[in-house]
């Protein structure tokens, strides 16, 4: 059953808004917020010790001394929480790799702050992207 709610707000950061989601191709202003709610409560369920499904998106130069012998550890230990694991090779040193995670939201961050505190390791990004059902 769908819910209506009043919502008052500054006309500047309503404008804002709309560019953006104009901008993103949402059809109204609800799918929207409703998206941006769901976000909301994915990541205070984070804060709870909730369980989700997510990424972990990072770029490495495997020329760098240890690197991958450093990566392939951190991964073994973490094999419980590594649903799956991408690689492409960008250029002649570049690698990018994508894990498919699922796991308590704050081991996912411990996982992701040992990937991304290597040296090599140049961008690091990861997204809760839903709670387990
Ligand atoms: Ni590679």
């Given amino acids: ?6 919502v008052s707000i500054d006309e500047k950061l309503l404008s804002e808004f709309d560019a953006i989601i104009q901008r993103k191709g949402y059809y109204n202003r609800s799918e929207a917020i409703r998206d ?3 976000d909301f409560i994915l990541n205070e369920c984070v804060k709870e010790d909730g369980v989700v499904y997510g990424t972990i998106t990072f770029v490495y130069d495997h020329e760098e001394a240890d690197v991958i012998e450093k990566l392939v550890e951190i991964q073994h ?3 419980d929480m590594i649903l799956a694991t991408t ?3 960008l250029n002649e040193n570049l690698c990018l790799e994508t894990l498919i995670v699922k796991g308590e939201a704050k ?4 996982l992701a702050d040992k990937i991304i505190s290597n040296r090599g390791v140049k961008n ?3 997204a809760f992207v839903t ?3």
Avoid: A
Wanted: proline share 8%; net charge positive; no cysteine.
């Fill in 87 to 89: 690689h492409v090779h």
């Fill in 124 to 126: 690091l990004k990861y």
């Fill in 77 to 79: 230990l973490s094999r």
């Fill in 131 to 133: 709670p387990v059902p």
């Fill in 36 to 38: 941006l709610i769901r």
């Fill in 107 to 110: 081991k996912i961050k411990i």
């Fill in 1 to 6: 059953m769908l819910k209506r709610f009043g």
